[in-house]
Nanobody
Framework: QVQLVESGGGLVQAGGSLRLSCAASGRTFSGYAMAWFRQAPGKERAFVAAMTWNGGSTFVAASVEGRFTISRDNAKNTVYLQMNTLKPEDAAVYYC????????????????WGQGTQVTVSS
């Protein structure tokens, strides 16, 4: 079992930045592919970014490419999502997720989820 706890959400003006953190506990963190998803009201949960277990490869959604960066620190059991140049359409609940297999962009592929952290972007 892996427990995930997100933090770092909040209210920011358009054009601003936030860094989300996801702290993992439980089994060996370094063996898991990690991802961030987001869900806005009335919409399905959508892929944002993902990273392989060793950080060797990263993947980001086209809608956030060039603005968002995923990273991880296996020594701290933490994965991050740096979000720059935020737009009102980035507002959502952001979820951290983990899986033991290869990286996936599909939410149903992930075994473990955090509780989510709210990001609000004012225009």
């Amino acid at each position: 079992q892996v427990q995930l706890v997100e933090s770092g959400g909040g209210l920011v003006q358009a054009g601003g930045s936030l860094r989300l953190s996801c702290a993992a506990s439980g089994r060996t963190f370094s063996g898991y592919a990690m991802a961030w998803f987001r869900q806005a009201p009335g919409k399905e949960r959508a892929f944002v970014a993902a990273m392989t277990w060793n950080g060797g490869s990263t993947f980001v959604a086209a809608s956030v490419e060039g603005r968002f960066t995923i990273s991880r620190d296996n020594a701290k059991n933490t994965v991050y999502l740096q979000m720059n140049t935020l737009k009102p359409e980035d507002a959502a609940v952001y979820y951290c997720a983990a899986r033991t297999a290869i990286v996936s962009t599909y939410p149903v592929s992930y075994n473990y989820w955090g509780q989510g952290t709210q990001v609000t972007v004012s225009s």
